[in-house]
């Protein structure tokens, strides 16, 4: 037996790992006074974060049982766990854990204290066999205080006679404290001195040990049932010492769980009223899937900085990651927040969306653009550049002005902003150097269509805010790429084509340009995620729902054959029908996922279905005049929420793998819940409703579908160097500096020079009246800089080619 207070042996403990991202409920207080947020899964509170919702501070934190003598039973092992909302759309939950040998039943409360940082767990344990007396019960909790398991120091201690078990950490600290006494108390390294290892060894806590140091470290405590009579309340305080999280601690204990639970539901009932109420629309409610998914986005909302939505509560495939392999989804991505300020603008929660459009007002990078991920004080956590992230922020400004949720002032506020992300667009689009799953560079119909869609809202806004020159430059580029959609991702000649008697397809991403290459070698696209035998397929065989995009975006009608003959191909080799109803791959070779026999994903592995693309499919089927098509993709959605009413990243699409937590039609290890699924579903609710798409951008449909404009020209510039076009157009070089550009279309035989003029946006532009030259000239130019005094050296030229 260790004596009361001496270190703990064992340092440092066994590597530090997180835990599974199938969550069951997550929540947090509305209050500012209680930075607070956790998640539960498997019957316990399995993360907590804290001060800010990208620190995770708590691995978890579960109860243990045993007889004293041969019986032992870990909560969120040996049990079978159900959870219910306390009251519709707010997120303080009721757990019931039962013994899978039938021998207890633990029914828990949780919520967050609003008047301060303490996580409340208020606690029945019942004895099913009604002999209390005969069973122990134990508290273990498992510090990662500041998102790391290494490094935590544990302690016994006490706050003004309280009795605690505390943890600290790089100025964060958690204390425990419990209404009714602790029999005993000790604190080890995990794998080694710590209390699972010492009630498993002897069913009782047979070790005493005082601290444990500079390690992946653990707290344990028992659980005076004799005098709680097996009703007690366990208050987890957190704060920057232990002496303040033992006060918050104890200050909740004080107050007791009713009046915090009161505080609670109260302020999320007020939040929950103001909200449309779309979930009565049409005398047909929908699910509690409507109230959850709203408290799932403003849950996800950082407190101290307003509008910063992460992605999840959830760090995917957290049991097999540790702290130099976080993985988390705990930090904000550009667009997963623009998906769901545009869920709250669905819900007509209009300060919710501009504080997001706070957000990304702050953290736009000098040059215009956002990163790829950030965490909440701006700092980059992958610095990839998707420009489908540069283009949705200035789209959800125009759906909030649409929406009014912006007025003339606010318009104004955030043009800068805007302007500055049109501005990188049109440097350095169309091409991506990243999709929007964050993988491949090149023409992706996504990503295109966002851009184009976001020029033409940036047009509209730049004419508000009195920049016409501006505003038609933007028109006119967006109408270059839009004309060019085809060209750059529209196969009409492929053995796809054939096998499935198709006209043709848009492909998934395409990296080349075929009016940029003259002789082109098979164009390969790289494949993440994948071993390397399997790390690339030709341009020809990758297809993906992103399609949709086109019309999503207003670029395409939904009859448009090409669109059809898309998803004829889509719907072969990425469409799997489940018992809920039909979901979506992301893409054909996708390896984000589980292998095959279920471990998780370690760098390769295969993608799993995606609800979300069942919500993204819906919407199209809306958008064609098929309303209850959407309405029966909207009850798959609501199918493949877990029984919490939460919705995964990722669905398992094999057979079922108990030891793996794996079912057919359930989460996989990816993340549960994701926000931007839960916005998606929030969008599809608010179209169904309105009876078309809720977030279709008025301004391509009503340029390219109605009117039918098409571009008089094609753009050359040093990223994007054309190297063939149509005749009957004008050619327009595009360059970062003035240039003085000095052209003929007979060998230099004739000469002329033009020069260039600036569009604000750091571009200069040179038009050359080419659209009178017949098929088979070749239009050669070269530059003279004037601001450097030099001339560029080279010749560079563009043939034209029979129009048709």
Known sequence: MGEQGQAAPGWPGVAARWTSSAKSGVGTALSGASPLWFTVGHGIVNE????????????????????????????????????????????????????????????????????????????????????????????????????????????????????????????????????????????????????????????????YYGCADNGNVALCAEVDLAASQGSFLLALGFGEGAAEAGQRARAALCQGFP??????????????????????????????????????????????????????????????????????????????????????????????AVRALGFLEATQEADGHWVQNLWLDGTPGQSGIQLDETALPVLLVDLARREGALNAGSLERFWPMVRKAVGYLVRVGPVSPQDRWEED???????????????????????????????????????????????????????????????????????????????????LVPLRNRPPAEAALPVAHLVSPDALALVRFGLRAPDDPRIASTLRLVDALLKLEMDQGPVWYRYNGDGYGEHEDGAPFDGTGRGRPWPLLTGERAHYELAAGRPDE????????????????????QVWDGQDLPGRDLHFGGPTGSAQPLVWAHAEYLKLVRSLSDGRVF??????????????????????????????????????????????????????????HAASRATGLGLEVTDLETAGLSAGKRVIFTFYWPDAGTWEGTDFLVRLEEAG
Not at 54 to 63: E, F, H, K, M, N
Request: charged residues 25%.
């Open 48 to 207: 907590v974060y804290y001060p800010r919702i990208d620190r995770a501070c708590l691995r978890d934190l579960g109860l243990l049982v045993t007889d004293g003598a041969q019986f032992r039973s870990e909560e969120k092992r040996d049990t079978v766990a159900e959870l219910s909302w306390l009251a519709p759309g707010v997120p303080a939950f009721r757990v019931v854990t039962r013994c899978k040998q039938g021998r207890y039943l633990v029914e828990k409360e949780l919520l967050s204290d609003p008047r301060r940082p303490v996580l409340l767990q208020q606690i029945r344990f019942q004895a099913l066999d009604g002999a209390l007396q005969r069973y122990r019960l134990f508290v273990l909790l498992a510090p990662h205080l500041g998102n790391r398991g290494g490094g935590n120091n544990a302690r016994v201690g006490e706050y003004k006679g309280v009795e605690l078990l505390c943890a600290e950490r790089d100025g964060s600290a958690l204390a425990l404290a419990c209404s009714v006494p602790w029999l005993a108390r000790s604190v080890g390294y995990v794998g080694s001195s710590d209390g699972w290892q010492d009630l498993m060894q002897h069913g009782s806590l047979f070790w």
């Open 259 to 352: 009046a915090a639970r009161d505080e609670y539901l109260r302020r999320w009932s007020g939040w929950q009223q103001g909200l449309l109420p779309l979930d009565e629309v049409k005398d047909a409610p929908l699910p509690a899937l409507y109230r959850t998914s709203a408290a799932l986005l403003r849950s996800h909302e950082a407190g101290h900085f307003p509008g910063g939505i992460i992605a999840s509560l959830s760090i995917p495939w957290g049991e097999s990651r540790g702290d130099n392999d976080l993985g988390g989804y705990h930090l904000a991505w550009p667009r997963d927040l623009v998906q769901a300020a545009g869920g709250f603008l669905a819900l007509g929660a209009k300060e919710e």
């Open 441 to 523: 560079p090149g023409y992706s119909p996504f990503t295109v269509a966002a851009q184009v869609a976001a020029l033409l809202a940036g047009a509209e806004l730049a004419e508000a805010c009195g920049e016409a020159g501006v505003a038609r430059y933007l028109r006119e580029t967006a109408d270059v790429w839009n004309d060019s959609l085809e060209r750059w991702m529209y196969l009409t000649d492929s053995d796809w084509c054939r096998e499935y008697d198709l006209p043709g397809y848009y492909v998934r991403v395409a990296v080349r340009d075929p009016a940029v290459e003259s002789e082109r070698a098979p164009e």
């Open 630 to 649: 959407a309405s029966r993709l909207r009850r798959t959605l609501e199918a493949l929420a877990s029984p919490g009413g939460l919705l995964p990243e």
């Open 695 to 752: 977030d279709l951008p008025p301004q391509p449909v009503k340029r390219y579908l109605k009117d039918r404009v098409r571009a008089p020209r094609r753009t050359w510039r040093f990223n994007h160097k054309l190297r063939s076009m149509k005749a009957g157009l004008d050619l327009r070089i595009e360059t970062l500096a003035p240039a003085l550009i000095y052209w003929s279309c007979d060998g230099w035989e004739t000469v002329s």
